[in-house]
């Protein structure tokens, strides 16, 4: 009897250091900036003269110009409102609201100057005003992260536009190329530089970056996302360790150790209910999603070291970084810690293990932005424990497949939360 004890006390310890193993990091947290490629080359290209007001300059919006000038955006969009509104059908019209729609843009407010440049777009009196405002609202689907989207409304402004294409298959070819869409961009390319009518400013940039995409496309290094998937399907880890991520590598090899060793013993004492929860609540959600996010994090990897060239390009054919642009906000940006109490501190940094061990080695991603764990991180930050634990409980509370009927979803996606601003 005493035999039997001593063995299940010791079978119950060593799965305590199994579980414990599970939520213990073995290494530090470290963070990876990302490059924000897309909104470098919005801010690199809305300055050229392409985009500038074609429209003739309004005197009635003199007051609106010396605000725009000195960068008091906020200001100078009511002026040109103010202007638009008392000038409905003439040329100052077109210029005052273009102007506005790039007082929005300097400010990062872009759903505004998306409802602006929608408008103007099909009601400018000026045919040239009408284009280049759809070409300046294409343009702002990248600062969105949308440039596929950029790319379908070029293809339209093309087809009502055919006299206008070496400009607008330049632009597009630059919008393939930030989708990754490498064969597209030199198609559009080509057809810039082979055009008979050569454009002496798109035209050899368009043949620069073809020249360069075609002598340097084969040098970038890519990982394989379907072997980075496969491995770690094959040894759960391996994939990140292919792809050099070692750190991550070892933690999703011992989550599933651990997890596989708890559904193995389980299912060899005939514990079968106990078996059945651990494989479908842990192992599965854990094996499967470390085999999809190895496939991610390849693409990833794939896609930054292309970033890298659509910088070195950008430098080249298009213009430095823009400077006069409103500071954009991040919502992975955490607040400074303000209740240094035990328990807040203790969840703040349970909650940074959960996000930097455990999370990330499953592919399901949080439907509200900010994220739960950034909302309870931020709540137990800037709250008394106690408010930060009701905040965090509402919020899992309302996370759940029913949220999308009620709560509206912003460009990316993402669900939006009015209920707590933390």
């Known amino acids: 009897m005493l035999k039997k004890n001593a063995y299940i006390i010791t079978q119950f310890k060593f799965r305590s250091l199994i579980i414990a193993a599970i939520l213990v990091p073995i290494f530090f947290s470290s963070l990876y900036g990302s490059q924000e490629t897309n909104r470098s080359f919005f801010r690199r290209s809305i300055k050229l003269p392409t985009f500038e007001n074609r429209a003739p300059i309004a005197m009635e919006a003199d007051f609106a110009d010396f605000l725009f000038v000195n960068g008091l955006y906020d200001d100078a969009a009511d002026e040109y409102e103010r202007v638009g509104i008392l000038h409905p059908m003439d040329a100052a019209y077109d210029y005052a609201t273009y102007q506005r729609a790039l007082c929005f843009i300097y400010e990062n407010r872009y759903d505004r100057a998306e409802n602006v440049l929608d408008r103007l777009g099909y009601t400018a009196l000026d045919g040239e005003v009408s284009y280049s405002t759809r070409l300046l609202r294409a343009l702002l689907e990248v600062a969105k992260n949308r440039p596929e989207r950029g790319e379908y409304l070029l293809s339209d402004v093309l087809r009502n536009l055919p006299e206008k294409a070496d400009e607008i298959k330049y632009w597009r070819g630059w919008m393939r190329l930030l989708s990754y869409d490498v064969d597209g961009a030199l198609e559009d390319f080509s057809a810039v530089c082979n055009a008979n009518s050569r454009n002496p400013y798109y035209s050899p940039r368009a043949y620069g970056i073809k020249r360069w995409l075609e002598m340097n496309s084969e040098s970038i290094p890519e990982h394989s996302p379907y072997l980075a998937r496969w491995l770690s399907g094959i040894v759960p880890g391996a994939g990140d360790v292919y792809l050099g991520n070692w750190r991550n590598g070892i933690n999703a090899f011992l989550i599933n150790g651990a997890l596989g060793y ?23 959600r854990y094996y499967f999603g470390g085999m999809i996010n190895a496939q991610n994090a390849a693409i990833k990897s794939n896609n930054k070291q292309w970033d890298k060239a659509i910088s070195t390009l950008m430098n080249t054919f298009i213009a430095p970084e823009q400077d006069g642009f409103a500071n954009s906000s991040d919502d992975k940006k955490l607040p400074p810690q303000e209740w ?9 940094m349970l909650l940074d293990l959960y996000q930097n061990y455990i999370t990330t080695q499953d592919a399901q991603q949080c439907q509200f932005e900010i994220g739960c764990s950034n909302f309870s991180r931020i709540s137990f930050r800037t709250h008394n424990p106690i408010a930060a634990a009701l905040m965090t409980s509402d919020r899992l509370q309302r996370c759940n497949p029913f949220a999308k009927k009620y709560y509206p979803a912003n460009e990316r996606g993402f669900l939006k939360d009015p209920e707590w601003g933390p």
């Open 262 to 284: 708890l559904t193995i013993d389980a299912l060899v004492a005939h514990r079968y209910i106990q078996s059945t929860t651990i494989f479908l609540m842990g192992w599965n």
């Open 340 to 348: 240094f109490n035990g328990v807040s501190v203790a969840a703040d």
